[in-house]
């Protein structure tokens, strides 16, 4: 990397950014912030403009409670930032995304000013790449979950920006998050949250080196 590239905001965004290990209890994201990183999340792209995914906020003690609950000793190591962190989200998708689901994308988009009411028959074209993804039971979940990590790895890249400390968290045990929560999830999938606020000071994490493979190893001119 060259000393320009450095240099740039985005890349000091990536290099400060790592995955939190312990929270700072004491700190907490400001309404403001929490402002900027729910419409960071809303206009998250997806294929075809799907947005095939629904965030779920615990916002009580007693949701955090209800959390805490769903862990056991694969992933205990996750379990304080339920309550420590400043936030918890949960990231769902939509297993069974359906021609109805895409009509509210389409609707909304005549709403927003990019379709006109009179092509509506048109916003419809494009759910061919749904249906390219979806098995004959109506399945569409390993294209849906590619969609919420988008929105994942753009938050995280909002959250940097912010200098507000992120952990993702694919250690749960998805079977109980899933059936405690199935009333709020309604029918969508869990199998990750994100918890967000400021790290403690001891976090060993936050003060190790960035660890990535070369570049020459992952990324190939032909
Ligand atoms: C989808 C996803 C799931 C992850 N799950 C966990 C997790 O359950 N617990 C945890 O401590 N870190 C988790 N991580 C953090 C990764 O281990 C971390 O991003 C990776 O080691 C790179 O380190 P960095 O984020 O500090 O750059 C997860 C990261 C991602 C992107």
Known sequence: MNNKTAEHLIIKDLLWRR????YDTSKKISKENLDIIFESLRLSPSSINSQPWKFIVLDSQ????????????RCRFNQPHIFESSLVILFAYNPNYTITDHAKVVDKSIVDGRL???????????FVFAELNTDKNGYNA??????LYIAL???????????????????????????????ELDGYQCDLLLAIG???????????????????????FI
């Open 153 to 183: 790895g753009n938050l995280l890249h909002s959250l940097a920006r912010l200098r507000i400390d992120a952990t993702p968290i694919e250690g749960i045990v998805t079977e109980l998050v899933n059936k405690e929560f199935s009333n």
């Open 142 to 147: 390993n294209w849906t979950k590619a969609q």
């Open 116 to 126: 006109n009411l009179e092509d509506r028959e048109n916003g419809f074209r494009a």
């Open 62 to 73: 007693e949701s955090k409670h209800r959390m805490f609950n769903t862990f056991d000793d």
């Open 198 to 220: 400021y790290s403690h000071e001891d976090d060993v994490n936050k003060k190790l080196p960035k660890s990535r493979l070369s570049r020459e190893s992952i990324i190939k």
């Open 19 to 22: 995955t939190a290990k312990k």
